[in-house]
C-alpha cells in the first residue's frame, strides 16, 4: 500500500510539471471570446465582479452591447470586460465558481478552464485552478505547513441538471515526516443547478501503515435568497474498528462585487454513535483569483 501511495505521489508531482506549469505561463485568452456568436446566450463577467446573463447584439474594438436579462441594453467597454462566456444552468450569476464546493467537500460541477479560487478558514488556505474545461488542481494544507495535499479532479456533465466527477487527494505530512503519506480517491454524482442541489460522494482513503476505509459524503445547496444560500455538508468514515462522522449545516453569503463568499456553519461530531456538538463554528472565506 505505501509502495502504490509513493509511486502515485511521484506521477502526480511528475504530471503538474509537465502539463500543469506550462498551462500557467501560457497567456491569457482574449475575454471577448470571437467563437461566441450573436444568437449565443452568454455571461460577460466585469473585472469588478459583477455579471450580466444575455445575448451580444454588436461588438466593436471599444465596446460591446448586450440585451440583458434585468436592465435591458447595456453599453460595456471591453477594458472593463474579464471574460466572456457561454451561459449554462451551472455557471449563472453570482459568485457560482464557489458553488463547486460545500464546507468540506466537493462535487459534480466543473470550473472553466482559467478560472481559479482560494478558499481559507482558521486551520489554513486551500487553492484550486481550472487547467482545463472539466479539470481542476488544486492544494491544501494547515497555517503550519502540515499536511500538505495536492489534489485532482475531472467533472462530467451528463445532463442539464446531472453532473459527476472523480478525483482524488495525495498528501504527505511534509517537514514532519515526508514518509507517511496518505492517499483518497472519490466520485460524486450531483443532481441540481449551481442554486439548488443535492450531492453524494463517495470514495476510500487509504493511509501508510494504517490501511484504509471507505467514504461518504452527502451534502446539499440551496439558495435562501439573491446573496445567501443554505449549506449542508458531511464526512462519514466507514473503518473496522472506529466509525465517525461529521455534520455540518451553515449559511453562505455572497459578495459578487468583491468576487468573494463567506460562509459559516456549526458541527456536529458522531463517534460509534454518540453526537458531539463543536463549540466552535466553522467558517469559510472564497476569493476569486
Same mark, same amino acid.
Do not use: C
Given at each position: ?29 482574449d ?47 471591453l ?19 464557489f ?5 468540506l467537500?466537493t ?48 467533472? /462530467? ?40 442541489n ?71 461530531? /458522531? ?19
Amino acid at each position: 500500500m505505501r509502495n502504490l501511495i509513493n509511486k502515485t505521489s511521484y506521477l502526480l508531482a511528475i504530471f503538474l510539471m509537465l502539463f500543469v506549469l506550462p498551462e500557467l505561463a501560457l497567456p491569457q485568452v482574449d475575454p471577448l471570446n470571437e467563437s461566441i456568436q450573436q444568437q449565443d446566450r452568454v455571461i460577460v463577467i466585469k473585472n469588478d465582479g459583477a455579471r450580466f446573463i444575455g445575448f451580444i447584439i454588436s461588438r466593436d474594438d471599444r465596446e460591446i452591447l448586450l440585451e440583458t436579462e434585468t436592465v435591458g441594453r447595456l453599453f460595456i467597454p471591453l477594458h472593463e470586460i474579464r471574460e466572456i462566456r457561454p451561459f449554462s444552468s451551472s455557471s449563472g450569476p453570482g459568485s457560482n465558481l464557489f458553488a463547486t464546493r460545500y464546507f468540506l467537500t466537493t462535487n459534480g460541477f466543473s470550473m472553466s478552464k482559467g478560472e481559479k479560487y482560494a478558499m481559507t478558514n482558521y486551520w489554513g488556505p486551500d487553492i484550486n485552478f481550472a487547467v482545463a474545461d472539466n479539470f481542476t488542481v488544486g492544494a491544501m494544507t494547515s497555517w503550519l505547513a502540515m499536511p500538505l495535499i495536492g489534489t485532482v479532479k475531472f467533472s /462530467f456533465k451528463l445532463s442539464e441538471n446531472l453532473h459527476a466527477s472523480i478525483g482524488g487527494l495525495f498528501g504527505t505530512l511534509s517537514w514532519v515526516d515526508f514518509g507517511y503519506v496518505g492517499a483518497l480517491g472519490y466520485g460524486t454524482i450531483t443532481i441540481g443547478n449551481s442554486d439548488y442541489n443535492v450531492n453524494l460522494s463517495g470514495g476510500y482513503a487509504g493511509i501508510s501503515g494504517e490501511g484504509g476505509a471507505p467514504l461518504l459524503s452527502p451534502a446539499m445547496l440551496l439558495k435562501l435568497g439573491d446573496r445567501a444560500h443554505f449549506v449542508l455538508d458531511s464526512f462519514i468514515y466507514l473503518g473496522e474498528d472506529v466509525r465517525f462522522g461529521i455534520v455540518v449545516p451553515g449559511i453562505r453569503i455572497d459578495r459578487p462585487t468583491k468576487r468573494a463568499s463567506f460562509q459559516i456553519g456549526m458541527a456536529g461530531l /458522531f463517534v460509534e454513535g454518540e453526537a458531539i456538538p463543536l463549540p466552535i463554528p466553522i467558517m469559510g472565506w472564497f476569493y476569486e483569483l
